[in-house]
């Protein structure tokens, strides 16, 4: 008995290894209905937004394809759930949605306070204020006593009070409940500016308002919104996917992989580092019950993370918003992946 125990226990530690990482309740779920359930909004242009054909495009929208192309193989396998600012948060508690990929600020309260959590940020904004050119209006302090319509279910409105009692002005806050019916005040003149993410009212500016020329976002930013997809705390096999997907596509850009070139590279490349990634060396995709090749799928599908923000609301797309902030370190910005390995 005591020569058979070594090798009884070096049998189980080697079954052990052997076993693949257990992919957990919700991709569970994912697998077994062949869809992923992705909350977006009802519709911001560089975000998350139906085209004329009914196909959603976006940042957010991206980053579900990447997750379907990791998870289920095939980018294509999303149900979109368009929700507003006061759905978002219930559909997911509910499990009416796998993930909320929809411009939703991380904040201590509903990272913590909700039963949610957040699995990074894909986008760096702040609160910002539109307004009509001929209102002459260059600065959020020029505001002071003016209308500002709201949307409700957001952190605008209690960002506009501390912004206002901080710089001892007033504002007199109009709410809406949706999107919609924020833009038909604020176009027909019931309220003088509207607040809200500066990049939204880049979208709302570039989209919905019939004359660009004649709006203006102003330069002031009166907050910090780093915005990011969130899950149902309590699943972290889930948590680490969508953690390491928005990752993954920040390591593929810093490496130089893009939708375009993957192919060669993959076959051609001797870097350790990028073997790893594109799943030609060791897997790094066994730890979260994925394959090997979940990141070469990914960025054949939706490109990295530069690409995603080129064409969404880059220079080039109808928002025309400058990489800053959003950039990666080494070209001045803060988006940073850890090591995949």
């Known amino acids: 008995m005591r020569k058979l ?8 530690a080697t ?11 919700t991709v569970d779920a994912i697998r077994a209905r062949g869809q992923l359930a992705c909350g977006v909004s009802t519709g911001v242009a560089g975000f998350s937004a139906a085209d004329s054909k009914g196909e959603w495009r976006g940042m957010d929208v991206d980053v579900c394809r990447a997750l379907a192309a990791a998870v289920l193989k095939d980018p294509t396998k999303v149900r979109w759930s368009p929700l507003t600012s006061q759905q978002r948060f219930t559909a997911l508690q509910s499990g009416e949605i796998d993930i909320l990929s929809r411009n939703t600020t991380w904040t201590l309260g509903r990272d913590a306070g909700q039963g949610l959590v957040y699995a990074g940020y894909v986008f760096i904004d702040g609160q910002g204020f539109l307004v009509h050119k001929r ?5 959020a302090k020029q ?7 709201v949307q409700t279910g957001t952190t605008t409105e209690r960002n506009l009070a501390e912004y206002a009692r901080a710089n001892k002005i007033q504002f007199k806050t109009l709410m809406f409940e949706n999107l919609r019916a924020v833009l038909k005040a604020f176009f027909s003149g019931r309220c003088q500016a509207f607040t809200a993410d500066a990049s939204a009212l880049a979208s709302i500016r570039a989209n919905d308002s019939g004359k660009p020329e004649d709006y203006v976002v102003l330069p002031d930013r009166i907050s910090k919104e780093p915005l990011g997809p969130v899950v149902r705390r309590g699943d972290e096999d889930w948590f680490s996917i969508v953690r390491w997907t928005v990752f993954a596509l920040l390591e593929a850009e810093e490496r130089g992989i893009t939708q375009a070139n993957v ?21 790094v995709g066994k730890p979260l019950a994925l394959d090997k090749e979940w990141v070469y799928r990914m960025i054949k599908a939706v490109g990295n993370y530069g690409e995603i923000f ?16 959003n950039a990666l370190p080494r070209d001045g ?3 940073y992946s850890p090591p995949l390995r």
């Open 5 to 12: 125990l070594p090798s009884l226990l070096l049998s189980i």
């Open 15 to 25: 079954l052990c290894v052997a076993l693949p990482a257990h992919a957990g309740k």
């Open 135 to 139: 209102s002459g209006v260059t600065s």
């Open 143 to 149: 505001l002071n006593g003016a209308e500002i319509c």
């Open 263 to 283: 192919d060669l590279i993959r076959d051609s490349t001797s870097d350790p580092a990028v073997m790893r990634l594109l799943g030609v060396s060791e897997d």
């Open 310 to 325: 080129e064409r969404n609301v880059g220079p080039n797309s109808l928002l025309q918003l400058p990489r800053g902030i």
């Open 333 to 335: 910005g803060v988006m």
